[in-house]
């Protein structure tokens, strides 16, 4: 917009100019008048207008083409300036990304049916693994580790199908941090319940799942019994 603008201002002054070419040369063409013949001095003042005005214009051409040079040249130079600039903010975003730990897991518990009761309290082993980026979860262990001080989603969900208690602890190294249960009061009737956890990490702190002893639980190939993670957002 501010070229096209340019160009008519000039264009306008180039107007301008041929007109006030003209008025001069009529001026010349009066003397002229007075002292030859009339045919030759209208020749001769037309030639001189001519070469005045096509002298003019050629000038206020060239002048006009080094501006619009100039103008473009430092256009391109100021955009090459922020392409270098957004190719350097996008290079920064994908190395941060890249850097960013990325951590999931999603895990189901057994095809084995049900599981207790027992007479002591026994870790619970996911073990069939459907999703596990950053190989945080340990199937064989049933432990999430945390690779890196961050918040973290957990979330858990439990099936039973016998009559009795059901339910689960959740563990954070040691130390029991929640305690789930449900009353199943009908034998082959299943009972369900979910939960989750938000929970501030440092790297190395681990993650478990306990059934209670007296208690039972079960699962199969439809997976009712299931334990997922997945980091937040690094601290």
Same mark, same amino acid.
């Not at 016998?162 to 190294?173: I, L, P, Q």
């Given at each position: 917009?501010?070229?096209?603008?340019? &160009?008519?201002?000039?264009?306008?002054?180039?107007?301008?100019?041929?007109?006030?070419?003209?008025?001069?040369?009529? $001026? =010349?063409?009066?003397?002229?008048?007075?002292?030859?013949?009339?045919?030759?001095?209208?020749?001769?003042?037309?030639?001189?207008?001519?070469?005045?005005?096509? #002298?003019?214009?050629?000038?206020? +051409?060239?002048? +006009?083409?080094?501006?619009?040079?100039? *103008?473009?040249?430092?256009?391109?130079?100021?955009?090459?300036?922020?392409? #270098?600039?957004?190719?350097?903010?996008?290079?920064? %975003?994908?190395?941060?990304?890249?850097?960013?730990?990325?951590?999931? /897991?999603?895990?189901?518990?057994?095809?084995?049916?049900?599981?207790?009761?027992?007479?002591?309290?026994?870790?619970?082993?996911?073990?069939?693994?459907?999703?596990?980026? $950053?190989?945080?979860?340990?199937?064989?262990?049933?432990?999430?580790?945390?690779?890196?001080?961050?918040?973290?989603? %957990?979330?858990?969900?439990?099936?039973?199908?016998?009559?009795?208690?059901?339910?689960?602890?959740?563990?954070?190294?040691?130390?029991?941090?929640?305690?789930?249960?449900?009353?199943?009061? =009908?034998?082959?009737?299943?009972?369900?319940?979910?939960?989750? &956890?938000?929970?501030?990490?440092?790297?190395?702190? =681990?993650?478990?799942?306990? *059934?209670?002893? $007296?208690?039972?639980?079960?699962?199969?190939?439809?997976?009712?019994?299931? /334990?997922?993670?997945? +980091?937040? /957002?690094? *601290?």
């Amino acid at each position: 917009m501010r070229v096209v603008v340019g &160009l008519l201002l000039l264009l306008l002054g180039l107007c301008g100019s041929g007109a006030q070419g003209e008025a001069g040369g009529l $001026g =010349e063409v009066a003397e002229i008048n007075q002292n030859t013949d009339p045919k030759d001095a209208a020749e001769e003042s037309t030639k001189q207008i001519t070469d005045q005005t096509t #002298s003019d214009i050629w000038t206020e +051409l060239r002048a +006009l083409r080094d501006m619009v040079v100039e *103008l473009l040249q430092r256009e391109n130079s100021d955009l090459q300036t922020r392409l #270098s600039s957004s190719d350097s903010r996008i290079d920064q %975003l994908e190395t941060e990304n890249a850097e960013k730990p990325k951590v999931a /897991f999603y895990a189901a518990l057994t095809n084995a049916g049900t599981l207790g009761p027992y007479n002591i309290d026994i870790t619970l082993k996911y073990s069939k693994v459907f999703t596990n980026i $950053g190989n945080a979860y340990r199937p064989s262990t049933g432990f999430f580790t945390a690779p890196v001080k961050g918040v973290y989603n %957990l979330q858990f969900t439990v099936m039973s199908y016998s009559a009795g208690n059901s339910g689960v602890y959740v563990f954070k190294n040691n130390q029991r941090i929640m305690h789930n249960w449900e009353r199943n009061k =009908e034998d082959r009737v299943p009972e369900y319940f979910t939960n989750s &956890l938000v929970l501030e990490l440092t790297a190395g702190d =681990e993650i478990h799942l306990v *059934l209670p002893s $007296g208690w039972s639980i079960y699962d199969d190939v439809n997976n009712y019994n299931t /334990f997922s993670g997945s +980091l937040l /957002f690094t *601290l």
